[in-house]
């Protein structure tokens, strides 16, 4: 099959209206597919990777476990309790785990490589560059979460160390969060991230089904891998849909019986006073927990610089599409643009993390957008990939994948909504 080519055309940046054009890119993936560039790949398609079935779980549970952690107590509080927050967290799994086979159906037909290139090429221009502006702004909204987290902790271990009781008044300016943050920031985290290159390194019930609801975002906070879950498929021994199923389903219920256990004990605990960092629920001078903040510190440390290379490389490809300039330029501007990307990047992440104390409410609208990647755009794929199909497959089997990519899109965008409406109208406006 001859290469189809994605992103040529600058000046079309809606969906592809050419049926057969998608029809012969959204064949099924067991039809051959020419490589992408002499050499990439063999004729038989996407090149064979070295990741094996194993390796491929413990990358995916590796990529869905972080900070969310921290706050799934409070989204059980949020939802109103154990059996809620279980009952919750089970109905989206099934939902979830649909996301991430689709993602892979979609990057083996296309033969592209990662998430808004399967986006791209499936959904056409317009929704490619609306899913790139999101990827940006989730990594943004996440870089602010873990500078907020290292304030959390770092406030634990200071007290620990000070031998300050809880509350006390009066502290030395160099034990005040903004200085600790700040200070952090500018000799650890900076640093790594100038490089070009990222190789180196008590019992509630719920007040309404409202109130379930709420703790939707803090769940898709939770279990978003679907952004690196395109080029983890494409780099499996066999990336074959079927067995990508398996190594998704395998590594969701990992996830989510680590998320549960965390959130079953945090909330049993404190129960409805948990603080949204479960964490901050613990005394200063317990020892054992204040170990556990600080390897919480060291992987933030080190995931801060690896987000923020991923949200740097999608502002940098808007930019260059944008001024419609060669990626191969010369090194000393792509240095100086970096270096001013950098810093911009990194001293607004630290100004917001100063000003906005509560991790909740970060999480809460960077949740809002996790739900556009496991719910919206695998499910806009979904509608595109069956458009192209529709007159090959049967009647039936085509209006229920598409009725599911409907449903897919819709669960999307009502959580997105529901998050925005409450950040604008009760945290903004209260």
Request: charged residues 15%; proline residues 5%.
């Amino acid at each position: 099959m001859a290469q189809v080519s994605i992103n040529s055309d600058l000046g079309e940046w809606g969906l592809s209206t050419d049926s057969g054009e998608r029809a012969r890119l959204l064949q099924s993936p067991s039809v051959d597919t020419a490589p992408k560039s002499e050499g990439e790949a063999p004729p038989g398609g996407l090149g064979r990777g070295t990741t094996s079935t194993l390796g491929a779980i413990f990358i995916v549970v590796n990529a869905c476990l972080g900070a969310g952690l921290l706050n799934f107590p409070a989204a059980f509080s949020t939802a109103g309790g154990v059996a809620a927050g279980i009952t919750l967290q089970m109905a989206m799994l099934i939902f979830i785990i649909s996301g991430l086979v689709i993602l892979a159906y979609c990057s083996q037909a296309s033969n592209e490589r990662t998430y808004q290139e399967v986006v791209w090429a499936v959904c056409g221009k317009l929704t490619g560059v609306l899913c790139e502006v999101a990827i940006a702004t989730y990594t943004f909204g996440t870089c602010i979460a873990f500078l907020i987290i290292i304030g959390d902790q770092q406030d634990k271990i200071i007290a620990v160390m000070a031998k300050e009781p809880e509350g006390a008044g009066g502290s030395p300016w160099y034990t005040d969060r903004k200085f600790t943050i700040s200070l952090t920031a500018f000799l650890f985290i900076l640093p790594l991230s100038i490089p070009r290159e990222i190789g180196f390194q008590k019992y509630a019930r719920p007040a309404s089904w409202i109130a379930v609801f709420n703790a939707m975002p803090t769940i898709c906070f939770g279990f978003q891998c679907h952004v690196s879950s395109v080029p983890v498929f494409n780099s499996m021994r066999r990336p074959e849909v079927k067995t990508w199923g398996g190594v998704v389903t395998a590594a969701m219920v990992i996830a989510l019986a680590v998320y549960m256990g965390t959130g079953i004990c945090g909330f049993l605990t404190f129960g409805a006073a948990v603080d949204p960092d479960v964490l901050l629920s613990y005394p200063s001078e317990d020892m054992a927990v204040a170990v556990a903040r600080a390897f919480i510190i060291l992987s933030v440390l080190t995931s801060y610089p690896i987000l923020h290379f991923c949200g740097r490389a999608v502002v940098e490809g808007l930019w260059l599409r944008y001024q419609g300039m060669p990626v191969e330029e010369d090194v000393g501007r792509e240095r100086r643009r970096r270096v001013l990307q950098t810093l911009v990047w990194f001293l607004l992440t630290l100004l917001l993390a100063l000003f906005i104390p509560d991790i909740g409410k970060v999480i809460s609208v960077i949740g809002g957008l996790a739900a556009c990647f496991i719910f919206v755009f695998p499910g806009l794929c979904l509608i595109q990939a069956k458009l192209s199909e529709m007159e090959e497959v049967k009647p039936a089997s085509w209006w229920a994948m598409v009725s599911y990519g409907v449903l897919l899109v819709t669960l999307g965008a009502f959580i997105f909504g529901q998050t925005t409406a409450n950040t604008i109208f009760v945290d903004l406006l209260a």
